[in-house]
Each structure stands twice: as C-alpha cells, then as structure tokens.
C-alpha cells in the first residue's frame, strides 16, 4: 500500500548542507511522515516527524536548529534540511510513515524506505 523511496544523500564536508527527500507512493491515508538514522554499530534513532493532521513538526535534540523538515502533500513527499553538518551526522538516513501520530520509536512505524547514505568528512 505505501511505498518510500529516498534520494539526496551524499557526501558533504563538516559544516556544509545537504537535503534528502523520500518520495512516497500511497494508497492510503498517511498522518506521520518521519525521518530516522542509523550510524554503524548503533541503534536506529528518530530524527524529525511531520504529522499532516495539524502540521506539527518534532525533532531529536541534537538535531534541532540544524535540520528542517517539510512535507509537500501535493507531490507525497518528504524532505530533511540539514544545516550545519557534522562528523556525528554520519548514518544511513531512512524515511518512515505511520498512519497514526507522531512516534520516536522506529518499532511503531509501519512503512519504511530503503536509506539514503549520509557522509559527513571533517
């Protein structure tokens, strides 16, 4: 029923900027629309949530100020800002969607994309 496919990453310098967008192919109602990230050797971990009912945006401390998330219902897609890059930003970065609201437990995410790369050089 849902399909999440990202695109953007890369490799960027520490400092630098770059923008990841998750293009999602949906048949059904989507509410939360969220961006989670997996360094080697560590646990997944939530990074920014879009809910479309009532447009509220949520984001993990150490990201917040830096990054921006954004949701163009329109197109069904996705996007993560990040500003201020650093070494520690590193990971596969994974688009996830819900039906419910907002969650930062990866278990309570029903959709999942492949990942995009991220790579911070310092």
């Known amino acids: 029923q849902v399909q999440l496919v990202e695109s953007g990453g890369g490799l960027v310098q520490a400092g630098g900027s770059l923008r990841v967008s998750c293009a999602a192919n949906v048949r059904t109602f989507i509410n939360t629309m969220a961006w989670f990230r997996q360094a080697p050797g560590k646990e997944r971990e939530f990074v920014a949530a879009?809910?479309?009912?009532?447009?509220?945006?949520t984001y993990a401390d150490s990201v917040k100020d830096r990054f921006t998330i954004s949701r163009d219902n329109a197109k069904n897609t996705l996007y993560l800002q990040m500003n201020s890059l650093n070494p520690e930003d590193t990971a596969v970065y994974y688009c996830?969607?819900?039906?419910?609201?907002?969650?930062?437990?990866?278990?309570?995410?029903?959709?999942w994309g492949q990942g995009t790369q991220v790579t911070v050089s310092s």
């Open positions: 879009h809910s479309r009912i009532g447009g509220s945006k």
């Open positions: 996830a969607a819900r039906h419910s609201g907002t969650s930062y437990s990866p278990q309570n995410y029903d959709y």
